[in-house]
């Protein structure tokens, strides 16, 4: 059965950093391509970022470009999201997701960005 | 990026009705639509995904069907724990698109 725990998120300051984590299990996760995406409160979803599965390309959201890093460790089947100058516009519960065939997401963790 | 167009924002029903909601993709896409169910304070639940397929143990009165451009998601009798939020999809492209979201209330 696929899993995917995601963790990391908190409360930070406007211009801060946070490094959000997702390991992976039940599936073969070095041969998934994978994503994060986000749902601010009391709004719809919106994708993040994708990382392809061997770590080879990377592509965001215009809202994040720039700011936030996707990345893969495969030895230890783990996602990874680097965001930094944060805005409040950022608060929302962060998800990791699988791509096709199936796309499994985790629980989800909360980052509010708030002074 | 394709935009999914998600129909109707809000559907009124009772308990025992059929309901439909619909997606329509901006470009064809093939059947890489997934349908997910959204409950406030809750993970978004994977129903559907490659437009017809039932994830795990997602109750049969759940159906999706579609390809191309045009998609569905049937209830064919809608029980007390469906009403919720669901949202479309698409992942035919890495740049995942979602719909604006159906909105299922009670009549």
């Known amino acids: 059965q696929v899993h995917l725990v995601e963790s990391g998120g908190g409360v930070v300051q406007p211009g801060g950093s946070l490094r959000l984590s997702c390991v992976g299990s039940g599936f073969t996760f070095r041969t998934y391509d994978m994503h994060w995406v986000r749902q601010a409160p009391g709004k719809g979803l919106e994708w993040v970022a994708f990382i392809r599965f061997d770590g080879s390309s990377e592509e965001y959201a215009d809202s994040v470009k720039g700011r936030f890093t996707i990345s893969k460790d495969n030895s230890k089947g783990t996602l990874f999201l680097h965001m930094s100058s944060l805005r409040p516009a950022d608060t929302a519960v962060y998800y990791c997701?699988?791509?096709?065939?199936?796309?499994?997401w985790g629980q989800g963790t909360v980052v509010t960005v708030s002074s | 990026d394709i935009q999914m167009t998600q129909s109707p924002p809000t559907l009124s029903a009772s308990v025992g009705d059929r309901v439909t909601m619909t997606c329509r993709a901006s470009q064809s896409i093939s059947n890489w639509v997934a349908w997910y169910q959204v409950k406030p304070g809750k993970a978004p639940k994977l129903l559907i995904y490659k437009a017809s397929s039932l994830q795990g143990e997602v109750p049969s009165r759940f159906s999706g069907s579609g390809s191309g451009t045009e998609f569905s998601l049937t209830i064919s009798s809608l029980q007390p724990d469906d009403f919720a939020t669901y949202y479309c999809q698409q992942y035919n492209s890495f740049h995942l698109t979602f719909g604006g979201g159906t909105k299922v209330e009670l009549k």
């Open positions: 997701a699988k791509h096709r065939p199936v796309p499994d």
